[in-house]
């Protein structure tokens, strides 16, 4: 059931992806459970990134449903709920339509599947990479702002 569900059309597959993640309320559920589906087998790498990019959509209905009951500062809680919800809009808009924009962060994925089961790196590369993207960047990211304000 699943398999004909996916298999039909991507943005058939963001609109699915988008309403699980708003039942469940979360994003990280949907992209969990359907992480070990599409490395079974079960679905593709193809057939996920649509689900995957409707979770993120779906995921920001939280943040417009908290903005409709704020009363203290409603016109930056709209502000904020609202450039969640574009910026995941226009991401796909700029990145899903075209197969060749398509195939990067597919590619991408498969690289970093590849560098985590690697023999020799897939023992310390899930740590660097962790540590780089979670850690590093941030930090570089959050001093550089510090030291603009200052």
Known sequence: MLKKAVGLNGYLNMAIGCGITILVQSSSI???TLTPIAAVGLITHEEMFPLTLGANVGTTLSGIMAATVVTSNPVQAWQVALTHFFFNVFSIV??????VTR????AASRWLG???????????FPLVYTGVVFLAIPGICYG???????
């Open 144 to 150: 550089i702002a510090v030291a603009a304000t200052s």
């Open 114 to 124: 590849r560098m985590t089961a690697h023999e020799t790196y897939g023992k310390i």
């Open 30 to 32: 949907t992209t969990s």
């Open 103 to 106: 195939a990067i962060p597919l």
């Open 94 to 99: 700029l990145i899903y339509p075209l197969p």
